[in-house]
């Protein structure tokens, strides 16, 4: 009984002081939205008490923070980056069990931010070179074929075959995605492209094994615009200019985001009048050197062109972890041109034998689509999945239309024409699972497959007694299947002044050819299998606050083009041939690298490179006829020393200069199974200065200079160089900006060089119509708010490869 007296009065007291606390401590939810009022994942809340931070947390999938016993004054802070941070305090116990705070888009203006934080036009990365082309007034009104030419280490032959740091092979991606076409094919695509479609571009010299494989000298990665801020908004650029020809192009981009949709639109559209002047001056030579021989072609090309490309895009957010991506591409581009040569023939004492001219109509057409659907899922705050798969179509026609005739009393008339259509379809599917752990370390983990149908037929034909005949000796019908499989991990990691990434990537690769044959050629076929391993990785050491070092290693393949496989003709000239070789194999390249970065201006580099099976291009000649066929072939080894100096700076407050040198030590073994030995030291420089005048104008002052050099084992090219002007002003108060440039002030951005071939030698020069004035416009519009930089919903990667060279 006693007990119960002391008992039930406790109870009471627990009660009423389980009743009391139950008052003053309660729970609370606090709903985050955006302005569409659509609940926000991510949002950081922070719960204050007296100026100091008690408890923070992220809203869920809801858009919901919930916290618990919570007395007296609290105070909530909502911030989510691109987004107005809010507050708002409350006082408990209170009635209010939930609340609502909406974060509203934080307001810059999309011109100021891009005055505020231009780059330097060429800059250094963890691996890569970035030149950005919006950082530019000398660029703007350039093709994108012409930027890569200015671009550090880059240079572009009289084939139309891009080399990096004297290396040639070079996997040209555009926003990630290989463009599968190189050659001819390949820089009609990037000469119609033009500066204002392009915010960067990435020169990659030792990938990651999330990259092909592909690319004996790395990646030339083309980054187009795509604006990121929330609303809708755009820019509009015009620009004209006149050379020997007249020439235009112009661009609109178009954005639009808000709540779970992001969309964009590109388009481009580029006119262009040229001029290519060509003169060969060809020595044929005895069994003593002696000249038994000469031929002189001057050679004039002119045409227009006129292009049209369209991306356009859209990211859909299923769900806060989900987003699902579709971007359309397409692209045509039309080249009709005229060439007027002529061949004079000259004996062994210089007296004139014979002259042909020759006239050349053609009418070139490139299409291509491409469809990419991509799909992003965050499995956890470390671990997300990406899958792609992309469909592409490539329609690409050559007309032709020869008319030979000798200059003589009486001279014959040869009259022939050409019909070589190509259709390319390929089909690619990847998948990549990235993980962090505890030390956040990044691992990567991923597959890929591509299939590839190239189609392409070339049909001749003689206008001989009056009637259109067959020319069997040419025509041809080629017809290419491959397949590539690939699968690869990476890892990222860092401990205290270390970082590195190792990565491994196995790649095997199937193909099929198939010649059909005529009435004068056999049908014939072939095919190869094989795979290899492709090793990458780095390894970086921040000695101290400005200095870091880092050695890197790559492994990596160069498949022959798909048409330079096909060994059939295609007409240059009437003495001069180009074809295919259907038993070139692979060339393999294992590179080195090393780098020293102090702070941000200075970067210097040494690297090497050892070439197995190296591509060259290999010049035959037919002494009977004259003819000169030119392809490709694998003539030995090549091995490359680099030595490379970058340098970033701000002398003043209104002059900023970037420089970069390029030394280059280059030494090709090997010709057919006969000991050839050709070595090559070239100095590769380029600067751009830009000043600040009266703090209303930006000038710019650029150039480049390129000693002799030699890409291919009998070709060797002379110096050449350009210097360039521009100026610039912001117009429509900062919306918009005039930029007028002169290139190429004193017409000697040239190809010329001297060819060794057997038994004959060819001088060459090859100039473009590349002194031009341009004047450009490009203005701004919509309402736009600063986000920083996300990823674009595509799982990307790569690949490359098909066209003609």
């Known amino acids: 009984m006693l007990r119960t007296k002391f008992i039930l009065p406790l109870i009471g007291l627990l009660l009423c002081a389980m009743v009391g606390r139950a008052q003053t401590l309660v729970n609370f939810s606090l709903l985050v939205i955006d302005e569409k009022a659509v609940p926000i994942q991510g949002a950081t809340v922070k719960l204050l008490q007296d100026n100091k931070m008690i408890k923070g947390m992220a809203t869920d999938a809801k858009g919901l923070a919930v916290f618990s016993n919570l007395k007296g004054s609290c105070t909530f802070l909502v911030s989510l980056t691109s987004y107005q941070p809010q507050t708002r305090t409350y006082q408990f116990p209170s009635n209010k069990k939930v609340d609502t705070i909406r974060l509203n888009p934080a307001t810059v203006a999309l011109q100021e931010v891009n005055v505020a934080s231009r780059p330097p036009q060429i800059e250094h990365k963890q691996g890569k070179t970035i030149v950005n082309v919006e950082s530019s007034v000398t660029i703007t009104g350039m093709s994108v074929l012409e930027i890569l030419e200015r671009s550090p280490g880059v240079t572009v032959d009289r084939s139309g075959g891009i080399s990096m740091q004297g290396k040639n092979g070079v996997l040209v991606m555009i926003d990630d995605k290989p463009t599968y076409i190189s050659g001819s094919d390949l820089n009609d695509m990037l000469s119609a492209m033009n500066s204002g479609q392009v915010s960067e571009i990435e020169l990659i010299t030792n990938p990651s094994a999330k990259y092909d494989a592909a690319g004996n000298a790395g990646i030339i990665n083309i980054k187009t615009k795509k604006t990121k801020q929330i609303g809708f908004n755009g820019q509009v650029t015009a620009s004209g200019g006149h050379g020997i020809y007249p020439k235009a192009n112009d661009n609109l981009l178009l954005n639009f985001k808000s709540g779970k949709v992001s969309s964009f639109f590109n388009y481009s559209y580029n006119y262009a009048e040229y001029l290519t002047k060509i003169y060969a001056l060809r020595e044929y030579f005895n069994s003593a050197n002696g000249i038994t021989s000469t031929l002189d072609q001057p050679s004039y090309f002119t045409g227009t062109v006129n292009s049209h490309t369209i991306k ?262 009437k003495y001069t041939y180009q074809t295919g070789n259907a038993f070139i194999l692979p060339q393999y390249t294992l590179n080195f690298e090393l780098s020293h970065q102090y702070k941000s201006w200075l970067t210097n580099t040494v690297s090497y490179s050892s070439i197995d099976n190296y591509f060259s291009q290999i010049f035959l000649n037919d002494g009977n006829k004259g003819i000169l066929l030119y392809t490709q072939g694998n003539v030995g080894h090549a091995y490359n020393f680099n030595v490379q100096s970058m340098v970033v700076l701000n002398p003043t407050g209104w002059w900023s200069t970037t420089a970069t040198a390029l030394y280059t030590h280059k030494q090709l073994k090997g010709f057919n199974g006969n000991t050839v030995t050709a070595t090559a030291d070239q100095l590769n420089i380029s600067t751009t200065n830009q000043f600040t005048i009266a703090k209303k104008y930006t000038a710019e002052l650029s150039g480049y200079y390129l000693t002799s050099s030699r890409i291919d084992i009998q070709e060797q090219l002379y110096p050449s160089g350009q210097l360039s002007i521009g100026l610039s002003k912001s117009v429509f108060n900062k919306k918009g900006t005039l930029r007028i440039n002169a290139r190429d002030l004193f017409y000697t951005n040239w190809l010329k060089g001297l060819t060794d071939f057997p038994t004959a030698t060819e001088y060459f020069k090859l100039q473009r119509d590349t002194r031009v004035v341009m004047v450009s416009l490009t203005y701004r519009f919509g309402k736009t708010y600063k986000v920083n930089k996300r990823s674009d919903g595509s799982a990307s990667d790569e690949m490359q490869r098909v066209g003609n060279g």
């Open 312 to 573: 356009t895009g859209l990211d859909y957010a299923i769900s806060p972890k989900t987003t699902l991506g579709l971007v359309l591409t397409g692209a045509t581009n039309k080249r009709k041109g005229d060439n007027d040569a002529t061949a004079t023939w000259l004996n062994n004492s210089g007296g004139v034998d014979s002259a042909i001219s020759t006239t050349n109509i053609s009418n070139n057409k490139f299409r291509n689509g491409m469809a990419n659907l991509n799909l992003r899922h965050n499995i956890s705050p470390k671990a997300d999945i990406g899958a792609d798969i992309d469909v592409l179509h490539y329609d690409i026609s050559a007309d032709q239309a020869f008319n030979n005739h000798l200059l003589a009393p009486g001279g014959y008339t040869e009259l022939s024409k050409g019909d070589i259509p190509t259709t390319i379809d390929i089909v690619t599917g990847k998948v990549d699972y990235s993980l962090k752990n505890a030390k956040n370390d990044s691992w990567l983990f991923g597959a890929k497959a591509s299939r590839s149908n190239t189609d392409n037929t070339a049909y001749y034909q003689n206008f001989l007694g009056g009637n259109w005949v067959d020319d069997n000796s040419r025509s041809n019908h080629f017809i290419y299947k491959e397949q590539i499989s690939a699968a690869y991990s990476s890892w990222e990691a860092k401990r205290g002044k270390f970082s590195w990434q190792l990565g491994l990537r196995y790649e095997q690769t199937n193909y099929d050819a198939h010649q059909l044959g005529n009435a004068i050629q056999r049908d014939s076929s072939f095919s190869r299998n094989y795979g290899g391993f492709f090793p990458s990785g780095y390894l970086t050491w921040q000695t101290d606050k400005n200095n870091g070092l880092t050695a890197s290693i790559s492994r990596r393949i160069e498949r022959p083009a798909f048409q330079k496989l096909n060994p059939f003709y295609f007409i240059i000239n």
